[in-house]
């Protein structure tokens, strides 16, 4: 936006705790703040200031390059703070905001924002609904104001009003008594002024922000069933007909593609997931899995993962930052651990690749179309080439090339009648 500005400012600290900013408590897995910062990215809104009240050198994480002021004490509305830098911006529009905003709407913003130039108005108060709604939210809505005006609101005003509750109470008294004029746009929805107060409060935010998503994910084509225990961060990416199961949580920059089914009681962060893929009670950090991937139940996927077309991963399986190959099944109770494997190997019950020797972790490579027999050990560094087989119970300790079984364990021998001189208790 051209000659708009916003100045950002926070509550005090905590209600709960006590030893952190408001504005730092999360909903779906965010700090408040980010909603915030990202719906001003989202309005194009670039040149901002934040005003603190405290707990500066935690919000400061969240505000970038923009100015921070520390609130005065006793000095008002926290716009006060600012006057300097908003005395250093003539002909600028400025949106006044509590960065603990959840809900708070680029478009709405931009709305207000168009509302305000063209009407000329000294001051446009956006509003969640009509005169009611307007007169309980007054204290804490989000305002765009021009920069004369809001100059001579810091002349006029005064900090007689400690805590500037009362800061666009008196600016309307202003406004009419010099006959200037002003505003109110309806957003047209009820959670644009929320705020957190209390404990409660921020769970009704988080049920809030959830319906929000739910609302926004199935007019794209996602299917819920219900939605007992889901939470999905706004930023998360579903293609159209997937299916998300009870007891599913999704987070950061996940994309899921369509028509898969995910859950239940599944997590998913930071990761990808390709189309027609089921993630059946499992657990993916960071990584990638491919079109038609099934897996799981009670399985993890370990950051720097890529698991490619058509694998089957199955129950009590741990994969870490290890690339599978297209079509590999690993059945169960298998762990794979800094691996390089080929396309269509069978991992039989009971695998497990020793990729740390106590100082240092080295990866293994295994070959298309490898089998490996129940209860296999690959102490790595080790190569099995393509084609290679292992025996059951085989520790394998050196490269199997293409085409080889490799047996390592002790050959088998019987002891006749040991039982009978050895566990005369229950022959009897």
Known sequence: MQNAAALIYTSGLDFMHGNKPAALREVVFRP?????????????????????????????????????????????????SAKDWIEGKPETDFLIIGAEAVFTDPEVLKAAFERHKNQNEKLTIIASGGREALMKELSVSAFWVKQDFLLELFEKNGTEDKEGSQFLIGAMKILSDEKLVAGTHIAGKKEINMRATDSASVLTLNAAARTIIFKKLCAEGVEFLCLDGIIIEPSVKIGAGTKILPGTIIKGKTEIGENCVIG???????????????????????????????IGPWSQVRPGCVIHEGCKIGDYVEIKNSEV??????????????????????????CCIANY????????????????????????????????????GTTVTKDVPEYALAVGRARQENIEGWVKKHDAIKIK
Request: overall charge negative; glycine content about 10%.
């Open 325 to 350: 190959g297209a079509r590999t099944a690993v059945a169960h109770l298998t762990y794979i651990g800094d691996a390089d494997v080929g396309e269509a190997v069978n991992f039989g019950c009971g």
């Open 264 to 294: 239940p009681n599944s997590f998913i962060e930071d990761s990808k997931i390709g189309d027609g893929a089921e993630v059946n009670s499992t657990q993916i950090r960071s990584s990638v899995l491919e079109k038609d991937v099934k």
């Open 357 to 392: 020797d106590g100082q240092h972790k080295h990866r293994t490579k295994i070959g298309n179309h490898a089998f490996l027999g129940c209860n296999t050990n690959l102490v790595a560094p080790v190569e099995l080439e393509d084609f290679a087989y292992t025996a059951a």
């Open 32 to 80: 408040i703040i980010n909603w915030v910062n990202e719906a001003l990215d989202s309005a194009g809104i670039s040149d901002r200031c934040y005003v603190i009240n405290e707990g500066e050198e935690d919000i400061e994480k969240y505000t970038g390059e923009s100015p921070v002021f520390v609130r005065k004490p006793e000095s008002g509305h926290p716009a006060f």
